[in-house]
Nanobody
């Protein structure tokens, strides 16, 4: 089973930017999806972005549309989440995981392949 390591989180002021990275180890199927998920304190974990079909298609949650973009490095299979114009409500623990479809990423609860990793903390102050 593929192991994923999230990095790039930190503490920023509202309006700032961060780029999260999801680095795989082991085999990954680039024809399937990778998703980024967010869990605010005391709230359920939910999908915020998905990239599928080897990077040919992307899907972004309404709450982050126009501010976040998801991308994939085809050479290394690393998946990025570029977060711009950050808001305090973006605060939370961010995770990446594989999924079989866009629908699986945005289901509640998310329907991922394998286990959740450690995540990376994002804190946005006003």
């Amino acid at each position: 089973q593929v192991h994923l390591v999230e990095s790039g989180g930190g503490s920023v002021q509202a309006g700032g930017s961060l780029r999260l990275s999801c680095a795989p180890s082991g085999y990954t199927d680039s024809s399937n999806c990778m998703g980024w998920f967010r869990q605010a304190p005391g709230k359920e974990r939910k999908g915020v972005a998905a990239i599928c079909a080897g990077g040919r298609t992307t899907s972004i949650a309404d709450s982050v549309e126009g501010r976040f973009t998801i991308s994939r490095d085809k050479a290394n299979n690393t998946v990025y989440l570029q977060m711009n114009s950050l808001k305090p409500e973006d605060t939370g623990m961010y995770y990446c995981a594989a999924a079989t479809s866009v629908v699986a990423v945005f289901r509640l609860p998310p329907d991922i392949v394998g286990d959740w990793g450690q995540g990376t903390q994002v804190t946005v102050s006003s």
